[in-house]
């Protein structure tokens, strides 16, 4: 299997990307020992993350197993998450 994405932490309810995704293009990654797969809603560039799992408004986005932000609107499985969905802690001064 070529590795598309990365999940550092079996809490983490993003991925990241390690080459560019295709929107509609079925992603497989590793979840600990599992190999899961999904579909994704839209493009994802090499680097940026996408959603696990559907994730609510002001959830917590979670990556290394810790929250790094979180949603600032609802967040459907396979969908790019970045600054136009989630809030950094970082930038609110909160790590």
């Known amino acids: 299997m070529q590795k598309q994405a990365v999940v550092i932490n079996q809490k983490d309810n993003v991925a ?9 293009s079925v992603v497989s990654f590793f979840v600990g020992q599992d190999v899961e797969q999904l ?20 959830q917590e986005i979670l990556k290394y197993g810790e929250s790094i932000g979180s949603a600032l609107k609802p967040i459907p499985e396979g969908s ?5 969905n989630m809030q950094s802690n970082r930038g609110r001064g909160d790590l």
């Open 16 to 24: 990241t990307a390690v080459q560019d995704l295709t929107a509609g």
């Open 39 to 58: 579909t994704l809603c839209e493009f994802i560039p090499f680097g940026h993350k996408f959603a696990l799992c559907d994730i609510g408004k002001g």
């Open 80 to 84: 790019h998450v970045h600054v136009h």
